[in-house]
Nanobody, 122 residues
């Protein structure tokens, strides 16, 4: 199995940018489809972005489309989430997740990181 560790969260002003990283170990990274999820206070965890093994196919939630970019570097066993034009409503704990399955909904992800807090001030 694979272990995931997120980093890069923090406090940023509205309109600013932040780059999250997720480092994987313990598995063959290139075999996994990867996703970023977030959970705001009092809300359910939601899928933000996903990227398939090849890195050529991506998914974005409507709320972040055009502002966030997911990417992966299989040579470095790392997936990234570049977040631009951040809004206060982006405030949440962001989680990296992995699965060998092709469907990347929350319940389908088999491995999760510990999460990293992103806070966007108004």
């Amino acid at each position: 199995q694979v272990q995931l560790v997120e980093s890069g969260g923090g406090l940023v002003q509205a309109g600013g940018s932040l780059r999250l990283s997720c480092a994987a170990s313990g598995g063959t990274f290139s075999n996994y489809n990867m996703g970023w999820f977030r959970q705001a206070l009092g809300k359910e965890r939601e899928r933000v972005a996903a990227i398939y093994r090849s890195g050529g196919s991506t998914y974005y939630a409507d709320s972040v489309k055009g502002r966030f970019t997911i990417s992966r570097d299989n040579a470095k066993n790392t997936v990234y989430l570049q977040m631009n034009s951040l809004k206060p409503e982006d405030t949440a704990v962001y989680y990296c997740a992995a699965t060998l399955q092709s469907i990347m909904e929350t319940k389908a992800m088999n491995y999760w990181g510990q999460g990293t807090q992103v806070t966007v001030s108004s």
